[in-house]
């Protein structure tokens, strides 16, 4: 069972586009959603991060927004890049006292043509 | 540069064979957590120490097992291998057991 389902699979975007991935989740336990980066090679690198007590989190060209009602997040990229293009990974967990499980979703490829 | 360091990089065996993936954390992180990527199953979260201790445990197999030392570097050992079992295996580590976590590079590995 996918505890975080992530869409689209594959992602194509023109320079200065926006680039957009969705997510959703089940477990209401979750409380951090954390979005990971990855190029071909290399491990996945945190992105950005965001706790169900922010409706939306900004850093840069990255947004997340996040609609606990829904159980759905996602990823905004603006003024997409070439260099932005990677695999995007959004992620869930429940911080507990005893260790924490993340679930991640099944990536999504962007590709931004120039 | 994540500061998480993972030997070997690559790795290529047998099936029914064994072998071990080390994983040294960040400077000052105590926990280390394991996952498991491939083509169709995507990142799979294995199993999580913190400062030695087993904390948190995901889709591991019973032949797959994991360790914590106390200088705070990790190993997965993979037994009985199998074809399937080819896949990258990353290591990731962070401060706490519930901070953000960085991923080291990955070791592929080839079982044939």
């Known amino acids: 069972q996918q505890q975080v389902k992530q869409s689209p699979q594959s992602l194509i975007v023109q320079k200065g586009g926006i680039s957009i991935i969705n997510c959703a989740y089940e477990n209401t336990a979750f409380d951090y ?82 | 540069d994540s500061g998480v360091t993972q030997t070997p ?50 889709n591991i197999l019973e032949r797959f097992s994991a360790q914590q030392f106390p200088d705070l570097h990790s190993e997965l050992n993979l037994s009985s291998l199998e074809l399937g079992d080819s896949a990258l295996y990353f290591c990731a580590s962070s401060v706490g057991a519930n901070n953000e976590q960085f991923f080291g590079p990955g070791t592929r590995l080839t079982v044939l």
């Not at chain 1, 890049?81 to 995007?88: C, L, N, W």
Request: net charge positive.
């Open chain 2, 9 to 58: 990089k690559h790795l290529i065996t047998a099936t029914g064979q064994r072998v071990t993936l080390r994983c040294s954390p960040r400077s000052g992180d105590l926990s280390v957590y394991w996952y498991q990527q491939s083509l169709d199953q995507g990142l799979q979260f294995l199993i999580h120490y913190y400062n030695g201790e087993e904390r948190a445990k995901g």
């Open chain 1, 33 to 114: 959603f954390p979005w990971y980066q990855q190029f071909p090679g290399k491990g996945p690198a945190l992105l950005i991060a965001i706790r169900p007590d922010v409706s939306e989190k900004k850093e840069g060209r990255f947004t997340i927004s996040f609609n606990k009602s829904a159980k759905q997040f996602s990823l905004h990229i603006m003024d997409s890049q070439p260099g932005d293009s990677a695999t995007y990974f959004c992620a869930a967990s429940s911080f507990r006292s005893t260790g924490n499980q993340f679930y991640f979703g099944t990536g999504t490829s962007l590709t931004v043509i120039p």
